[in-house]
């Protein structure tokens, strides 16, 4: 329960960093500290990724209590396929963050340091390219981080959608099994 709330709660907040420095005009980033915010996003990012290692050797180690056949089959199998997916998304964001910031041009003379204190490697196979290279596949990769956190809006929809349905319509107590 508790790697499941701290991975939800920083991914949520991490998407909204991530949005919020997105959309700002270049006015307002002007004003404003972002290379703090910035570095705010991939510390979190990095944290995520670990807590999904801690998740899955979890996952592995421990298996989650059966859905209840109260549930008829096609939502079962929803269900795991959104929470498959959601794993995948949990890898996926930080690591298409990671190879994002490993690909970028000035890289090399901005270190990545974990919460302004842990010094981070980059991907080095990305970090040799050439500058136009890293051009390409840094916005390439960009796209893909992107779209990742559109995939995680709709899957997380989706997710939280079931769960509040199954519990106040069908009046199943599937939030139980999520709170402590």
Known sequence: ???????????????????????????????IDVRFWIDLHKSIGITVLGLAILRILWRVTHRPPAL??????????SAHLVHWLLYVLIFALPLSGWAHDSAWVAASTHPLVLFGTFPFPRMGFLMAMSDASKDYWHG?????HT??????????????????????????????????
């Not at 960093?17 to 005009?25: N, V």
């Not at 390439?140 to 893909?144: A, H, I, Q, R």
């Not at 990742?148 to 509040?164: E, F, K, N, R, T």
């Open 147 to 180: 779209y990742c956190a559109y995939s995680l809006y709709v899957l997380l929809a989706l997710h939280v959608g079931g769960a509040l349905k199954h519990q106040w319509i069908d009046r199943h107590s599937v939030l139980n099994r999520m709170l402590p």
């Open 1 to 31: 329960m508790l790697l499941h709330w701290a991975v939800a709660l920083l991914m949520l907040g991490n998407v909204a960093i991530g949005q919020t420095i997105a959309l700002l005009s270049d006015a307002t980033l002007e004003k």
């Open 68 to 77: 209840s056949h109260v549930f008829a089959s096609w939502e079962r199998a």
């Open 140 to 144: 390439v990769l960009g796209n893909v």
